[in-house]
Structure formats: C-alpha cells, structure tokens
Nanobody, 121 residues
Framework: QVQLVESGGGLVQAGGSLRLSCAGS????????MGWFRQAPGKEREFVAA??????DYADSVKGRFTISRDNAKNTVYLQMNSLKPEDTAVYYC????????????????WGQGTQVTVSA
C-alpha cells in the first residue's frame, strides 16, 4: 500500500505558476500510474492529468499549461502549472493506481489528502 502527500499549493495571481508535489511512501511510485485531479467548490472532482510508462493524458482545459512529471529518486510526482487562471482554483489531489484507466475513470485506489490552489484575478 502507498501513502500520498501533496504539497505546494497556495495563492497566486492569474498568469502565475505553481508546482505541486506528491510524495509517496510505503512503496515506490514507479510501479503505479499516477494522476492529478481537482475539485472546485460546489463542483465534482475532475481529471487533470495522468501518466504511466507509455501514456500521458491531460484534460483539455489544462493542455499546454500543465505538465505532469516524476522524480523516481525522490519518489515524487509533480504537476507544474503555468499561466494559471482563476478557474483553476480548486483543491488538487494526486492519486495512484495499477492502471491508468482507473485514473481516467476517477476511480484510483489511492488518494492524497489534497492541497488548495487559489488563483486571484
């Protein structure tokens, strides 16, 4: 079993950047497909980005602005967010699963606790 802890959220002005981190413990993240999701107030949780060894997916709303990556030595996955918009404001969660399909279906086995991102206009 793996535990996930997100960090790096905060308040940023529109057009700014943030990098979220998702640190894994208990097991190496290399064996998992990893993903990022977000949930804005009053809205359902939505897919942001995910990747495994041969596939990377992004939501249309973040393509060209967000980049998912991992550092195996640090057992950490990142979400680099550039050109942020007020509509990106949400709690961001990282997640892990054996298959990327379950991430795409918003049904991964492991979730982090979330980190708040607020983008001011």
């Amino acid at each position: 079993q793996v535990q996930l802890v997100e960090s790096g959220g905060g308040l940023v002005q529109a057009g700014g950047s943030l990098r979220l981190s998702c640190a894994g413990s208990g097991r190496t993240l290399r064996v998992y497909a990893m993903g990022w999701f977000r949930q804005a107030p009053g809205k359902e949780r939505e897919f942001v980005a995910a990747y495994n060894y041969n596939s990377i997916d992004y939501a249309d709303s973040v393509k060209g602005r967000f980049t998912i990556s991992r550092d195996n030595a640090k057992n950490t996955v990142y979400l680099q967010m550039n050109s942020l918009k007020p509509e990106d404001t949400a709690v961001y969660y990282c997640a892990a699963d054996d298959t990327i399909n379950r991430l795409r279906e918003l049904a991964p086995n492991y979730w982090g606790q979330g980190t708040q991102v607020t983008v001011s206009a």
